[in-house]
Each structure stands twice: as C-alpha cells, then as structure tokens.
C-alpha cells in the first residue's frame, strides 16, 4: 500500500527507522526528505543511460537494462551500508515518482525480512507536501523577529536562546550565508533545499509558543525566503537589539575576520556599491583594506553603508517594535544578558 501522507507533519511524523533515498546523487544533492540518506539504486550516469535507451530504443530495452542494474546496485547496499541491520528494521524508502527504483527496492527489502514501505508518489509528493505549506497555506506560528543594527551579534544570540528553551530557526544558517553584501559563507543549499530545512525544522515546534527568527529580507544570498514565512515576517513584532557603534566594530572585525582578511575579495564584494555610496568612498574603503586597517574600514563600512540601509528600511518597514535590548558591549557575559531580556520578552507573549 505505502505511506500516503496527507501533510508534510504527517510524512515528517512517519515512525520508521531509516528514511532511504534510492534516487541517483544529484537528485539527492538538489533536495531530499530531511534525515533520509542515499542509496542510489542508478547513479547519475547510469540514470542518464537508462533515460537515453527508454527514448531512443525502447521502453523494453530500457526496463531490462534499468532492471539490472538496479538489482546490482541494491545488492551492494545490502551487502555494504545495510549489513548491520536486524530484523525489526523498519525503513522507509521513496524515488522519484515512488515507481520502479523505489518499488524494486523496497520489495528485495521485504523478500529479506525487513519491515520496509515506501512513499506513495515518492519525492514528488514530498515536494508537494512542502509547497503546499510554504507556498500556499498560512503558516500556524507566532514569529517573531530578532532585529537590530549591523553587527549586534543576532545571529549569535540564537543558540545562545535555543539552549534556554526558547524556539528558534536561524535562517542564516540553512542558507549558509550571513544575510549581507560580505555574508557568503560558501556554496547555498539549492531553493528546493532550503525549503526542505526550514520545513523540517519548524514541523518539530510548537505552534503555541513564539518562533525567533533574525530580521531578514526576502532574500538571504540567493536563495528567497518561501511566501508563507516571508508573509508571517512581515506582520510578526520585533524585538530590537542596540549597542554603541564602537561594540559593533569591534565584534565584526572578529566575526567577519576571514572577508576583511581577503583584500581582493573584499574589493570584489564592495564593487556593486559604486553606484550607491559612489567611487570617493570605495576608493577610501580600498585604502583602508590595503593598509590592514579593518577596525577603521569596518567602522565605515557601518557608518556609511550599513547602517543607512538599515534605517531606511526600518521607515520603509515600519516593524512594530515591541521591546528594545540595550547593551553597552558584546561580550560574551554581555550576550549572556542580552539572551536573558529577550527570553523574558517571549515568556510574555506567551503567558
């Protein structure tokens, strides 16, 4: 029969051991179900191979040779990762549209002893589930957002409040960027993926009770916040963190100290700004990258851009600001603080 989930809580809630993704790496890579591992039943050339025979020979010939090759692979998992597994062993697998790759799988499973099902519609439901609620339904929860000027350590705040018990989702982190002009941490997650982690992520919470998330704009690096959350963010209240400009200095120059390192990408990251701050103030923010001063540049990169950007959204935004967080510092001891005003705050709001 398979798994026949009617929402994306009920698939997440499935009560399996082991989620298994027998789709071929990149389809894995490109998204999957949160937790599921891969077990690629055709790899990514043998996947294209299959599909060239099914369209230029015949769906016959395909099928035989895709037959053969899944069996193959499948015995190899069986015989490698799966080895250790005993009988009460409960794995759930999916592919693509939940056919033949997962259907050939999960019956060798079975013939085995393992109490294995499937995902009725495989991936393609899956997705269906997650677009239907992050795309097209309202989301269930009371967000609020963790705002402040550049550089008042919100991103760091978030574990810091997680370990209190406070519900968080640092959207940052599952996009893999800081959320600025020099926020790249790396290669993103694709769309598809990041969607994934988020809805992974806020199925676990409760809806009852506030969800932190930091101020963000629709669009973290290059990857867009879902219309169902971004529409929850735009009307959620805001809890603002401030401190000095010389407190924000000096925790950036730490926190952004491997792009302020790098004077050639540094220069790269900034070029886009020509044409809004003009080329005085590049051309002195080149200077200052050049001579290592990072304390100064950073201090303008704050003063003259960052800082401008945020008040202007702020007017443009009007957030509905419902406590503000004063701090002299951001030290360790200071955030420890700062985690503990913004706590009582939710407390509230959740009395």
């Not at 963010?233 to 407190?247: C, F």
């Not at 990408?265 to 020509?274: D, Q, T, W």
Request: charged share 20%; proline share 5%.
């Amino acid at each position: 029969m398979g798994l026949i989930p009617s929402t994306l809580p009920d698939l997440l809630d499935h009560g399996f051991d082991t989620v298994i993704d027998v789709r071929s790496p990149a389809e894995y890579a490109e998204d999957h179900v949160p937790g599921a591992i891969n077990l690629p039943v055709l790899d990514n050339d043998e996947r294209a191979r299959v599909g060239t025979i099914y369209k230029q020979v015949s769906p016959f010939d395909a099928r035989k040779i895709g037959a053969a090759l899944v069996f193959r692979n499948a015995a190899h998992h069986v015989d490698t990762a799966l080895m250790g597994y005993g009988g009460a062993w409960k794995p759930l697998v999916y592919c693509w549209r939940g056919g033949q790759r997962s259907g050939s799988f999960t019956w060798l499973l079975k013939e085995i002893g393992w109490r294995a099902d499937l995902i009725q519609g495989g991936y393609k439901t899956y997705r269906r589930l997650v677009v239907e609620m992050l795309h097209t339904s309202v989301l269930p929860y009371k967000f609020v957002q963790l705002g402040g000027y550049t550089g008042t350590a919100k991103t760091e705040l978030l574990p810091l409040l997680a370990k209190r018990g406070v519900q968080v989702i640092d959207l940052e982190g599952l996009a893999n960027h800081r959320g600025s002009l020099l926020g790249s941490m790396g290669v993103q997650p694709s769309q598809k993926a990041f969607e994934s982690a988020f809805a992974g992520q806020i199925c676990r919470l409760d809806p009852s009770r506030p969800v932190l998330v930091e101020a963000e704009s629709s669009r973290i690096g290059q990857v867009l916040l879902p219309p169902s959350l971004w529409d929850a963010m735009k009307s959620a209240p805001w809890i603002e963190v401030a401190a000095p400009l010389e407190a924000r200095t000096a925790y950036l120059v730490q926190a952004y100290a491997d792009i302020l390192a790098d004077s050639a990408a540094l220069e790269a990251k900034l070029a886009p700004l020509k044409a809004h701050r003009g080329e005085a103030l590049l051309a002195r923010w080149r200077e200052l990258s050049h001579a290592g001063d990072t304390a100064a540049l950073t201090r303008s990169l704050m003063e003259d851009h960052y800082d401008l950007a945020y008040a202007k959204s702020m007017k443009a935004m009007a957030p509905n600001v419902i406590a503000r967080v004063e701090t002299d510092g951001l030290s360790a001891p200071h955030l420890d603080q700062i985690a503990s005003q913004v706590e009582a705050v939710l407390q509230a709001m959740s009395i």
